[in-house]
């Protein structure tokens, strides 16, 4: 981020659930994140706006884009095929994908145990060392605090309705250039399959040497090609 701010004004907000942000029992799908999202930028005074989306950043990102198409001036997608899109890629069917959504189980059991828990997945990427201990630790305080793995969970839960959502909002393609990259130890060309489904002018590719953590295992690519597309 300290890179980008040389030439941009960079907001890194927490998702509702997530990090500082507040905790509420619902509004976790695309929509109503991404209306969230909206409201914040709105009141900073911004309207214009260069938008990135990783994981389920990207499900909001879409939704926002697709709500407020001519206040996105252009938008990245980072290693995650939009839900519902067909992409050639079924993210739904992820082992992780069908736990987290299971109602109440997931909290029991990972409760006491959100180190262990999250930690298997910052290590199942193609540099394990990126995400570091103090990185990791400063997740799992967050995500211990109450209400905090509930919250991601809450996410996962959120996909039939995400898909309903997207389905809907794919019927007019964006209209803003678009950026997909995905990690090679990951979902590869899903985002970029599934961004030409709903865009109209799309780029992208594969990161090399990365897993689903782009911009901690390749932060130097990253930053490169976003000045690059922002420049354009």
């Given at each position: 981020m300290p890179a980008?701010?040389?030439?941009?004004?960079?907001?890194?907000?927490?998702?509702r659930g997530l990090g500082d942000s507040s905790k509420p029992l619902t509004g976790y799908d695309g929509k109503t994140s991404a209306e969230d999202i909206h409201q914040l930028v709105s009141q900073l005074g911004f309207k214009n706006i260069f938008l990135v989306g990783h994981d389920f950043?990207?499900?909001?990102?879409?939704?926002?884009?697709?709500?407020?198409?001519?206040?996105?001036?252009?938008?990245?997608?980072l290693d995650i095929p939009i839900p519902g899109?067909?992409?050639?890629?079924?993210i739904e069917g992820l082992w992780w994908v069908q736990f987290h959504m299971v109602r109440d189980i997931p909290e029991m059991l990972v409760q006491g145990h959100e180190k262990e828990y999250l930690s298997w997945f910052y290590r199942h990427?193609?540099?394990p060392t990126a995400i570091t201990k103090e990185d990791i630790d400063e997740y799992v305080s967050?995500?211990?605090?109450?209400?905090?793995?509930?919250?991601?969970?809450?996410y996962y839960r959120a996909l039939p309705e995400d898909i309903k959502q997207?389905?809907?909002?794919?019927?007019?393609?964006?209209?803003?250039?678009?950026?997909?990259?995905?990690?090679?130890?990951?979902?590869?060309?899903a985002a970029l399959n599934s961004m030409r489904l709903v865009a109209t002018n799309v780029s992208g590719g594969i990161v090399s040497d990365s897993g689903h953590w782009i911009a901690e295992e390749r932060p130097d690519f990253l930053i490169k090609e976003l000045v690059k597309f922002f420049n354009e």
């Open positions: 980008l701010a040389k030439n941009h004004t960079v907001i890194a907000s927490d998702l950043g990207a499900q909001v990102a879409y939704s926002y884009a697709a709500a407020h198409p001519n206040e996105v001036r252009r938008l990245v997608i899109i067909d992409s050639g890629e079924n990427t193609c540099n967050h995500y211990s605090a109450p209400g905090g793995m509930r919250a991601g969970f809450e997207n389905q809907e909002y794919s019927k007019v393609k964006l209209p803003m250039p678009v950026l997909a990259l995905g990690g090679q130890c990951s979902h590869g060309t």
